[in-house]
């Protein structure tokens, strides 16, 4: 098992149909288009995990960012593994109406025989079991 050691873990941009999104001579707000953020932000890990500084820091700063580039954003801070995957499961219906769409997560991560995993607070590592069961995977 080899931990990630940096702040953010994973910037994933989906950008779907982006020459309408961004076409010449548009205003990115003024698009009228629908665009559909989730960000997430993990700062208050416990244990060995080992708390954060700036993740919730950082998705208040992104979200802000997205609302005011006409984004319709979806954040949520120091999440649980449940209230993450229902998220995800959320932002992925909203996918099949979107126009532009953008996934962010700033926290503690792992990869694991070739996957990626987010760490949602109260993930406890002790064996690679563990990883499976807790984490979200890419």
Not at 6 to 12: E, M, S
Not at 107 to 124: A, D, E, F, I, K
Request: charged share 20%; net charge neutral.
């Amino acid at each position: 098992m080899r931990h990630i050691h940096c702040k953010l873990l994973l910037a994933l941009t989906i950008l779907l149909f982006t020459l309408p999104a961004f076409g010449a001579g548009k205003g990115v707000a003024l698009t009228g288009l629908n665009r559909v953020a989730l960000v997430v932000g993990n700062s208050n890990y416990s244990g060995e995990i080992g708390r954060l500084g700036n993740p919730v820091n950082d998705v208040r700063t992104m979200a802000r960012t997205l609302e005011q580039a006409g984004f319709s954003v979806t954040k949520l801070e120091d999440t649980s593994y449940s209230e993450l995957r229902e998220a995800i499961w959320d932002f992925g219906k909203q996918l099949r109406e979107a126009d532009a769409a953008l996934f962010y997560f700033s926290g503690h991560g792992v990869q694991y025989n070739g996957s990626n995993y987010l760490l949602p607070l109260g993930t406890r590592l002790e064996t690679p079991r563990h990883i499976q069961l807790q984490a979200v995977s890419e």
